[in-house]
């Protein structure tokens, strides 16, 4: 089982995302368990604060240690050794899904939601936080990141999705971006599934995946190919891929270098 403990002044925001979808079977299943702690429950005053103003002045507040601090102290009491301390930053480390894979192989993981300005500083020092964001923008909180970080990695725990090869062909598993997909029926509103995939050919099936992935890879996400290293057949089919998109261009009159400055042709393998 893997096991999350959540910090947080707004739990309700999270919890959803443990009770439906493929998520809420595997929660449903004993595959991941969450527990919710409040800081308020461990703050001093009457009024239960739990934010005071940044030292330094500037607009804003910012969570205050003692009661931020006695609810993870809680939380930690509820993981396993050797579990990961995140807290959801906007200046963190990019989540990503080789991220989302360690931390489904790890045995629990500490997640630490701020609001308002931040948490104090200390916390992170003190607790040896790891920061992680999801994208360069500002949330008003770090819960809806916490509920991103869970779903992406329940549903990397064996037997949370009905087909396993699922999540191996899942975009950015392989370095790229995954290939279009088309279901029932064949033709709608003028438009076709493309004939390879109807062929029952899966060699031919197979390779068109690939070269799909690398032409939406190339258009939407370049930069994911700058240290990709590709074998034989995927750089051919990256260079057919170049070659479409380079007549295109021309043939719309797009000026413009063909490919990004420095780029080589070939790649080791």
Do not use: N
Request: aromatic letters at 4%; charged letters at 25%; proline letters at 6%.
């Amino acid at each position: 089982m893997l096991k999350f403990a959540l910090v947080a002044l707004l739990p309700e925001l999270v919890r959803p995302v443990t009770e439906h979808g493929v998520v809420g079977r595997a929660f449903a299943r004993g595959l991941a368990s969450l527990t919710c702690h409040d800081p308020r429950q461990h703050a001093a005053d009457r009024h239960r604060t739990v934010d005071d103003r940044s030292y330094g002045g500037g607009p804003g507040m910012v969570l205050k240690y003692a009661p931020m601090a006695a609810a993870i102290r809680e939380a930690m009491a509820d993981l396993p050794p050797g579990s990961r301390r995140l807290v959801l930053a906007a200046h963190g480390r990019r989540f990503d899904q080789a991220q989302a894979a360690a931390l489904a192989a790890s045995p629990g993981v500490l997640l630490v939601a701020g609001r308002y300005e931040g948490l104090d500083e200390r916390l992170v020092e003190a607790f040896e936080l790891e920061p992680v964001s999801l994208g360069d923008y500002v949330l008003s909180g770090g819960e809806l990141a916490a509920a991103v970080i869970i779903d992406g990695c329940v549903r990397l725990l064996p037997g949370a999705l009905g087909d396993e090869a699922s999540a191996m062909q899942d975009s950015f598993v392989a370095g790229l971006l995954d290939c279009p997909h088309y279901t029932r029926p064949e033709r709608i509103e003028g438009r076709e599934v493309p004939q390879v995939l109807l062929g029952g050919d899966h060699a031919a099936v197979r390779r068109w995946r690939l070269r799909a992935s690398l032409a939406r890879t190339l258009a939407w996400r370049p930069e994911l190919l700058v240290d990709q290293v590709l074998d034989a057949e995927q750089r051919a089919l990256l260079e057919e891929v170049r070659r479409e998109a380079d007549a295109a261009r021309e043939g719309h009159g797009i000026q413009g270098p063909r490919r990004p400055a420095g780029e080589d042709d070939e790649q080791a393998d």
